[in-house]
């Protein structure tokens, strides 16, 4: 399992946290040992250039996902194929500024960033309600269970 975290933001982030978390998403989701990933943290300006460049959209966001080998999640006794799972783009600013708004730690914005970014680069959507109610719901059972404790709720850039 190869977890390469990046931290371009100029901000302090618990890099170990996060790698401890996606290697909890993977075990839960049956993800090949050997699926890599990488999370990049970058600044406001250079999630604004991400924004634009992958979404066509103006202004930095909280969290981007660039999917590669299109891996979904395994099955007990079935993993994923080994692969590249993808890159994830985290800006800490954006994800402090939920954080605030949602009235929970940073460091748990963070978390539930990393989270969403992987659910994404698996295949989870949230354009359609019932896809949704899927999407959020595992990743609120996966980070209660990753934290012991009630993951925080989501917050919206």
Known sequence: MSIEVNNESGLEVDAEALVRLARFVFDRLWLHPQ????????????????HLELMDEPGPTDVLSVPMDELTPGAPGRPTPQGMLGDIAICPQVAA??????????????????????LHLLGF?????????????LQRELLTEFLGRPAPSETVA
Not at 125 to 137: G, L, Q, S, V
């Open 125 to 137: 959507d949230h354009a359609e309600p019932e896809e949704r109610d899927e999407m959020f719901t």
């Open 97 to 118: 500024q939920q954080a605030e708004r949602g009235g929970h730690p940073a460091d748990d914005e963070m978390l539930l960033l990393a989270t969403h970014g992987i």
């Open 35 to 50: 699926t890599e990933l990488s999370i990049l943290l970058v600044d406001e300006e250079a999630m604004e250039r991400l």
